[in-house]
């Protein structure tokens, strides 16, 4: 039977509001063919003249490990990645929510903002995807331009909705993106692509605390203007 309209709203709000970053997950596979699965319907999201310009490299096991390995490798070395996927300086409104947001973060994970050794190894948990079973790395092709990139954004959220909608949860990570050099060959990626970001998947984790998270938004007031109505 079709869902009526009230219906299908508090299916799709009920995904949009459970929908968080997850970052400590159980330890429970999660099967090839549901990842495709939510591979495949994810790839309904829009994209300009339907040029579809994600590419998806999907990782479990042994995998992630060659991965993670690879790139913690460089991470302790402490060789600086290239510049970071922010600008210096990011502007006020944006460096406020930032700091909010890192406030909030160690404090869930109960780090003192001053340890700055527990700080970079929770961020070095990045790069073994938290500990979830599937490692999802996503690249696009170098040449294509901003909006591109927002037709990713679009399979991006497509995906995270598309797992939750199955008892899944995910965090997207761009954290993998300065790593670009280190991924491309240890994942064999094709010539001109370049890593976007990373997404953890897997069962969230309930009884971790830093699962707890919950990130306030602005209220619609304060970006959205109406007119004409
Ligand atoms: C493009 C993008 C990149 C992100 N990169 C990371 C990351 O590298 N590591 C991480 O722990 N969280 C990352 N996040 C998660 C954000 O911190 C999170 O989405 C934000 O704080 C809002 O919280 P919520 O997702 O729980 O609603 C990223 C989110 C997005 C959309």
Redesign the pocket.
Known sequence: MTPSVAESAACLDGLLRS???V?AFRDEAVPRETVLEILRVAGRAPSNSNTQPWRVHALAGEAIRELEAAITAVFDSGQLPPPHHFPAPLPDEYGARQAD?AARYYQALGIDRTDAAARTRQTRR?FGFFGAPVGLIFSIDACLKPHSWLDLGLYLQSVMLAARSRGLDT?????FAPYHAVIAPVLGLPEGQVTV?GMSLGYRDERAPVNG?Q?PRRDVSEFVRTMGF
């Open positions: 929908r968080c970053s970052r947001f990045n965090c997207p990570q761009v954290s970001c998270l990130m």
